[in-house]
């Protein structure tokens, strides 16, 4: 009995197939090269026009003065103190809240119409605009609560709403993608629903939370719509010894400096950009440490 190969084996039209594969995978890498690049680009293009704009205006003064009428005399510290003590408000609130919902909603909330009914509102939360969150805190934290306006504590409530939808649906596709085995694993050897979950399946989970968190504290940490509307836009002259005290945000400030008439606040705005962004590499570096040391091998 003769063996005979396949009709599409011994024509050429294999190799053909296989010359049409690979030119499809070259294809797909010179697309993913090219939108890279162009990514970087726009980054470069944007760090050197703002450091040619605003690397005058860089100083020690620059740095550690609040914001004044003068464009010669002003400076980044208030609105940098306030944007510093706004993030740590919201990552207080958004951090433990958006994860401890998350565990509950994938480990221990029973499957029926309520728990899809969060799950669709949550979903939907991460997609709505920042200024409705500014009216929402407008409403709830000023208007109901009275709580002291253009303050960190006002702005790290209401960016914190506004982040931890993102840390929630990020918390609960690490949790979700930790391996059954390691819940069955320590199951069978009497570990308690709890141990399982805090010991075995969160750290697994963790650097994945972590990078929602980078996500969401980036956004909140560039938002100016919501704070501008519960009144973080005021000018302030002195840094904020609390989080109680009145005080201004480094994306609000550059919004206030671009809208002045005075040619001198161009510097200005140009060289506040630029400690924006370093501030955001800094909180972003220090994530992504924490998520690597964190980080675990199954």
Do not use: C
Not at 114 to 122: G, L, N, P, Y
């Amino acid at each position: 009995m003769s063996s005979r190969a396949p009709s599409g084996w011994t024509d050429g039209s294999m190799e053909k197939r296989i010359a049409r594969r690979y030119a499809a995978e070259r294809r797909f890498r010179l697309y993913g090269f090219a939108a890279i690049a162009v990514s970087l680009a726009f980054l470069a293009f944007l760090l050197v026009t703002m450091t040619v704009k605003g690397a005058g205006g860089l100083s020690l003064d620059f740095l550690t003065q609040s914001d004044s009428t003068d464009p010669a005399t002003a400076g980044v510290w208030g609105a940098l103190k306030g944007s510093l003590l706004t993030i740590l408000v919201t990552m207080a609130i958004a951090f433990p809240v958006g994860v401890l919902s998350a565990i509950y909603l994938e480990e221990f909330a029973p499957r029926n119409r309520w728990t899809d009914m969060i799950e669709v509102s949550i979903n939907n939360l991460a997609a709505v605009p920042s200024i409705i969150f500014g009216l929402l805190g407008l409403a709830v934290f000023l208007n109901f609560l009275h709580l002291p306006r253009s303050a960190p504590l006002v702005g790290g409530l209401t960016l914190a709403l506004m982040t931890m939808p993102v840390i929630v649906i990020a918390g609960r596709n690490a949790i979700k993608s930790v391996p059954p085995s390691i819940r069955d694993a320590a199951l069978s050897i009497g570990a308690s629903k709890m141990q399982v979950v805090f010991h075995h399946v969160l750290p697994l989970a963790l650097p994945g939370i972590l990078t929602g968190t980078i996500i969401g504290m980036a956004r909140a940490l560039g938002e100016t719509a919501p704070l501008l509307m519960i009144g973080m836009r005021a000018f302030i002259a002195s840094p904020p010894q609390g989080v109680t005290d009145p005080s201004s945000v480094l994306p609000v400030q550059i919004f206030l400096w671009s809208d002045e008439v005075s040619r001198g606040f161009v510097e200005k705005t140009s060289a506040a950009i630029i400690v924006l962004l370093v501030f955001m590499l800094l909180m972003n570096g220090l994530a992504i440490y924490l998520r690597n040391r964190f980080e675990q091998r199954w």
